[in-house]
């Protein structure tokens, strides 16, 4: 019987090993051909660069977003392109812009998505004023400059280049500037998407923020442009422990501040899996292209358990891939209002952040959740709860930006990216557009740092990129 089991095993082994030297397969890209005719892109990027400097100067902090509406709309004006504002019902201040360029045929149109307030900034950390704009040489610093301003003008000026081109469009093209993202969106897109519909008649595709291109951030050396296609889900629970309160010296078995760490504790174990799906594999892959040996010979051959023995060390010590690859609990809060230090509190509360990989359903998360809180006597009331979204990564409009990224940057490589937080993309893949997120500029890892943080800045060379990918992705996927 043993002999028979450690043969078993033997083979077992020996087939693992066999299937060490099969790679698993990458993201699959259309080849894009060359645009004959193309414009001057630095002199259009010296342009954008101007304009952007005027933008990033009015202050938009969670609001105020008419002004910047108004700014873009003399833009699209002077240049012959139709605006349409959409104010919030008795907000005028969070108004929203959109402007379109006709399609010939039904269907199948692109939106540039952007979004025109940004997060405040603490000027005192910064090497220059958030909301001077300031250029020196070759960058632009200023809040928004990146997040989401930075990338709303490579849109404006791709869409300006193809008016200019007269070039006719087989699919309408629409930039879409929303107010109130940075605070879920209840006054922008949310709203408009909700009770607007019919204003995206004929729109399938959309082009948003999301995902980044990186220039030696994951892997040293490497040109990556991280193309995002889902964002995970969110369970946000506000949990509650009662008890009777009592006297610090003679504590009962089980009491309200207990029972709630002792549910933290376990929950922090239940969802500690590493899921490797085909698109995250998809992901390890292309990151193992942009990687040397012998990281590129582990990362394409995620799915071998015997290299994922080797990965999940690597995935557990690093807080993205953590974020990329399980169902994350974060505890943002605890409060007991102490009373005294001798004195047991009667009630603990806590704040618990989930976020939910795709194809997992939060109710039936939640049922899971709510089985151990029983146990702990937790009242769990449930604050938002959204399913995790998903654009298929072979539409033709991923396909066409990916493509024509590589085809821009002949060295850099695209990978699927999933990503842990939401942006307004979530909203409209619940109505049925295929959202794709990509800054389409390689930005390092200071550029990346200044997102929401201090010194917040963009190349002139970043927008150049950007507008060059847009534009020529507009020109491939009419073809
Ligand atoms: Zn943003």
């Known amino acids: 019987m043993k002999k028979i089991l450690l043969s078993l095993l033997g083979i077992f082994i020996l087939i693992l090993l066999f299937t060490l030297?099969?790679?698993?397969?990458?993201?699959?890209?259309?080849?894009?051909?060359?645009?004959?005719?193309?414009?001057?892109?630095?002199?259009?990027?010296?342009?954008?660069?101007?304009?952007?400097?005027?933008?990033?100067?009015i202050k938009t902090i969670r609001g105020n977003e008419i002004e910047s509406a108004n700014f873009l709309k003399a833009i699209l004006e002077k240049n012959g392109i139709q605006v349409k504002l959409i104010p919030y019902p008795g907000k005028p201040d969070r108004t929203s812009l959109l402007a379109e360029l006709p399609g010939t045929e039904e269907g199948g149109g692109v939106i540039f998505m952007n979004h025109m307030d940004v997060v405040e900034a603490e000027a005192a950390e910064w090497k220059y004023p958030p909301f001077g704009a300031i250029r020196i040489d070759d960058?632009?610093?200023?809040?928004?400059?990146?997040?989401?301003?930075?990338?709303?003008?490579?849109?404006?000026?791709?869409?300006?280049?193809?008016?200019?081109?007269?070039?006719?469009?087989?699919?309408?093209?629409?930039?879409?500037?929303?107010?109130?993202?940075?605070?879920?969106?209840?006054?922008?897109?949310?709203?408009?998407?909700?009770?607007?519909?019919?204003?995206?008649?004929?729109?399938?595709?959309?082009?948003?923020?999301?995902?980044?291109?990186?220039?030696?951030?994951?892997?040293?050396?490497?040109?990556?442009?991280?193309?995002?296609y889902a964002e995970k889900g969110i369970l946000w629970l506000?949990?509650?422990?009662?008890?009777?309160?009592?006297?610090?010296?003679?504590?009962?078995?089980?009491?309200?501040?207990?029972?709630?760490?002792?549910?933290?504790?376990?929950?922090?174990?239940f969802s500690k899996d590493t899921i490797i799906s085909d698109v995250t594999s998809a992901f390890f892959y292309q990151m193992g292209v942009a990687s040397s040996f012998p990281n590129s010979f582990v990362l394409k051959r995620s799915r071998n358990p015997l290299i994922q023995l080797i990965l999940n060390g690597v995935i557990k010590s690093n807080r993205h891939l953590r974020a990329m690859t399980s169902n994350t609990i974060s505890i943002t809060g605890i409060d007991s209002d102490p009373i005294g230090i001798n004195?047991?509190?009667?009630?603990?509360?806590?704040?618990?952040?989930?976020?939910?990989?795709?194809?997992?359903?939060?109710?039936?998360?939640?049922?899971?959740?709510?089985?151990?809180?029983?146990?702990?006597?937790?009242?769990?009331?449930?604050?938002?709860?959204?399913?995790?979204?998903?654009?298929?990564?072979?539409?033709?409009?991923?396909?066409?930006?990916?493509?024509?990224?590589?085809?821009?940057?002949?060295?850099?490589?695209?990978?699927?990216?999933?990503?842990?937080?939401?942006?307004?993309?979530?909203?409209?893949?619940?109505?049925?557009?295929?959202?794709?997120?990509?800054?389409?500029?390689?930005?390092?890892?200071?550029?990346?740092?200044?997102?929401?943080?201090?010194?917040?800045?963009?190349?002139?060379s970043h927008l150049k990129m950007g507008i060059q990918i847009l534009y020529e992705t507009i020109l491939n996927y009419n073809k």
Do not use: W
Not at 404 to 429: I, N
């Open 343 to 460: 004195v047991i509190t009667n009630h603990t509360r806590a704040t618990v952040d989930i976020r939910l990989l795709p194809g997992v359903v939060p109710d039936e998360y939640l049922a899971k959740i709510k089985k151990i809180a029983d146990k702990y006597k937790i009242e769990i009331k449930v604050k938002h709860s959204e399913a995790a979204t998903v654009s298929p990564m072979d539409s033709k409009f991923f396909q066409t930006l990916a493509g024509t990224a590589v085809k821009v940057v002949p060295e850099a490589v695209v990978t699927p990216f999933l990503s842990p937080g939401t942006t307004d993309s979530s909203y409209f893949r619940m109505h049925g557009f295929k959202c794709y997120g990509l800054i389409p500029a390689l930005l390092t890892d200071y550029e990346l740092d200044g997102i929401h943080g201090k010194d917040e800045s963009i190349r002139i």
């Open 238 to 269: 506000e949990l509650e422990s009662k008890a009777e309160s009592g006297h610090g010296s003679t504590p009962p078995v089980s009491y309200a501040a207990k029972n709630m760490l002792e549910f933290l504790l376990e929950l922090q174990t």
């Open 21 to 57: 030297f099969f790679a698993e397969t990458g993201l699959k890209i259309q080849a894009q051909s060359e645009n004959p005719n193309l414009p001057d892109f630095n002199a259009v990027a010296e342009e954008a660069a101007s304009d952007l400097q005027k933008y990033i100067q």
């Open 139 to 228: 960058r632009i610093y200023g809040r928004g400059s990146v997040d989401m301003k930075g990338l709303g003008m490579m849109q404006l000026y791709a869409m300006l280049l193809i008016k200019k081109s007269g070039i006719k469009l087989k699919h309408k093209l629409m930039y879409a500037a929303f107010a109130d993202e940075e605070s879920r969106s209840m006054h922008g897109a949310q709203y408009i998407v909700n009770n607007h519909r019919d204003l995206f008649k004929g729109y399938e595709f959309i082009h948003n923020e999301g995902g980044s291109g990186t220039d030696g951030v994951a892997v040293k050396g490497s040109k990556i442009f991280n193309l995002q």
